[in-house]
């Protein structure tokens, strides 16, 4: 395995934890070019973290366009864990999912999660009051306070993932900006609480490297928030949410030297559902 050394003898790693593929409808390019990429990139480590299917829902193919089927899921674990057997003098393949958060349906989710053997499960929420977090609609006609509403739904709903017990990441943390980028000078403390509660539970938060995918730009989230992150001693890990091969680690060297500029000095990533720590 490649391991770049850097100062003090001191050895990091790259990796990238979020990444989908053509299952969830919404993708391209199969696990297999995925992994080659990932190789090519001179990563270590890949994680590749699909979304999940709708498990709380009578119908196998919900939303074919969102995620995968549920009866595909089985499918998806033998192929990663295939691939990793193929690879592993090459590169480290864990098994991950990216998770809707559905409060009412976390039970079953969770069930599911663990009756496989997942390296990591990332918590997004990615529907509040029943519409898509990134549907612009949201705030049409919306006066400040109903937007302030809105803002903290969306945080009470992150924070109720936190601690639901179902997640070990939590994902893109103020993806709500993603086509409104208003959102994030909506004053409220919410991102404080969610942050003081994600740290609480242990868990860690991704740099997400795909907001320039949307409107707002940037990363999820913001440095500012990041740098409350810090503060708050909240873990982090990196995930590119490629959904295209060549977008794997993308802007990881941005990612690492603005953590590094921020006061962080290790990174996590999770195997077999434990938290490791690697100096950045
Ligand atoms: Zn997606
Ligand atoms: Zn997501």
Redesign the pocket.
Same mark, same amino acid.
């Given at each position: 395995m490649r391991v770049v050394v850097v100062g003090r003898g001191e050895t990091y790693l790259k990796f990238d934890m979020h990444t989908h593929h053509s299952r969830c409808g919404h993708a391209v390019g199969s696990i297999k070019d995925y992994v080659e990429e990932a190789i090519n990139l001179g990563l270590q480590i890949i994680g590749i973290s699909d =979304?999940s299917p709708f498990w709380g829902e009578d119908q196998d193919a919900m939303l074919p366009w969102v995620g995968m089927p549920q009866s595909e899921f089985a499918n998806y674990v033998s192929e990663v864990l295939a691939l990793r057997e193929a690879y592993r003098d090459r590169i480290e393949i864990l098994l991950g999912i990216?998770s809707g958060f559905f409060p009412q349906h976390v039970h079953v989710y969770d069930e599911m999660c663990r009756s496989y053997p997942l390296d990591y499960v990332?918590g997004?929420v990615?529907v509040v009051d029943g519409l898509e977090i990134f549907d612009r609609a949201r705030w049409n006609n919306l006066d400040l306070e109903a937007a302030k509403g809105q803002k903290e739904k969306y945080y009470g709903l992150v924070q109720q993932a936190a601690h639901s017990g179902a997640f070990d990441i939590i994902? =893109?943390i103020d993806?709500m900006k993603g086509n409104y980028p208003e959102f994030s000078s909506i004053d409220t403390p919410s991102i404080d609480l969610t942050l003081q509660s994600i740290a609480e539970q242990g868990l860690a938060i991704e740099v997400n490297t795909s907001g320039k995918t949307k409107q707002c730009g940037g990363w999820y989230p913001s440095i500012d928030i990041l740098k409350k992150a810090r503060y708050y001693e909240v873990d982090v890990t990196f995930g590119s949410?490629a959904h295209e091969p060549r977008r794997i680690a993308d802007e990881w060297d941005a990612v690492r030297n603005c953590l590094i500029g921020i006061g962080y000095r290790e990174i996590v990533y999770y195997r077999e559902r434990k938290k490791y720590r690697v100096p950045l």
């Open positions: =979304h990216e990332i997004s990615h994902g =893109h993806a949410d």
